[in-house]
């Protein structure tokens, strides 16, 4: 029996495990966490004081057989094919790195006493609720909000922050007396012109300003003032800054298989490490060109699964992201490695596919809806939608 080795017990390493036969398979999956969270529901504890119920023990996640260490991995030694934690090393025949990513205030001056003074919607509950606070205690000013480097989990979710802060302000009956700022290091809102071209109009109706090539450089807490590399500034009142997302503190031999921002370097249609045929990085922590969302690592498990049972198969880079737009409506960027991002309208329907993915996400981990999830990504396979915009009639 083959020994696979799973470091990291998010979406998805446990879809990954939850995916093939511990029969076949001696499964183990290490993680200095116990419990496994729901982070998309970090948005709705920030902006709607949503409860924070969001966490499940990771181990009861897992089908039977699958066993689970409960211990921080500092080690990753592909050449001598060795997992080392704080307390033990561990031998594998096949790793799968699965260790997500992390936000990273550090390497910003004056982000770190932004960030603990006012939260983030990124890093963890206690950010998301502090950032609650400091919203229901603004009464009026100016509120920058944006990501302070080009890479952050789920791409939407700078966006989506910025549409749910405006509903808020709005109900809040404080527009007249509030400027809404979204900084971007991109040359557009949204990254993806075909998205950009719906998300556009929205924000132009509701008042919020868009920054542009806007690339943090530093924060002066003292002086309220964003300061960008190219030379801008924004004064603000209320500051929300998605912190720079970084890979998992834990050390690699060889260093190589890492890039700049410790993200693992990866075939983007395998997923393997090249040099390295029975190692495996997915979802966040690689550093692949698609988006680092929980969708993306479900699919890339899929994948690695297929391959681990040898069948012939590939990530083709699809992304299916939701995307909150205020006011009940909700839309999803959805694309590959060969066709573009679709121009996809918000409607309340894809507004309630996007919550009730917190109803059925722990069922979801165990693989109860992969018969619905195939279906769902079959019709919805990006050159079918594009296919059907570019034929779909002016209203």
Known sequence: MEKLLIVGGGAGGIILANSLDAKKF????????????FQPALLYIAFKGAKPNIMK??????????????????????????????????NYNKLVIATGSITDTSSI?????????????????????????????????????????????????????????????KKKKLKDKTKIIFFTPYPRAYP????????????????????????????????????????????????????PCVGANISYNPATVLDSDRYIKVDKYTMQIPGYE????????????????????????????KILNNVNAKFNGRTNCPFDMGYGKASFVIGSYTDPVVKYPPSRIKHFMKIMMEKI????????????FDFYFSRTDPAKLNKHSKNAKPV
């Open 26 to 37: 001696d499964i183990t999956i290490i993680d200095k966490s116990t419990v496994n969270v």
């Open 192 to 243: 993806a012109e075909p998205m950009d071209e719906v998300v556009e109009p929205l924000i132009k109706a509701r008042g919020i300003a868009v920054n542009t090539f806007f690339d943090v450089d530093y924060i002066d807490p003292e002086k309220k003032v964003i300061h960008s590399i190219e030379g801008d500034s924004i004064q603000y009142d209320l500051p929300i800054i998605i912190p």
């Open 57 to 90: 023990s990771t181990s009861k996640l897992l089908k039977r057989g699958i066993k689970f260490i409960n211990e921080e991995v500092k080690k990753i030694d592909l050449d001598a094919r060795q997992v080392i934690t704080v307390k033990n090393s561990y």
């Open 278 to 305: 029975d190692v495996f990085a997915i979802g966040d922590a690689t550093a692949i060109p698609t988006a680092k969302s929980g969708v993306t690592a479900h699919l890339q498990a899929k994948i690695v699964a």
């Open 361 to 372: 996400y722990w069922q979801s981990l165990k693989g109860t809806f992969d018969p619905i």
């Open 109 to 169: 001056k004056g982000l770190p006493e932004v960030n603990a003074k006012f939260g983030d919607y990124h890093t963890n509950i206690e950010n998301a609720q502090k950032l609650w606070v400091n919203l229901n205690n603004f009464n009026g000013g100016t509120i920058a909000l944006g990501q302070s480097s080009p890479t952050c989990k789920c791409p939407p979710s700078p966006l989506e922050g910025v549409f749910l802060v405006e509903e808020f302000i």
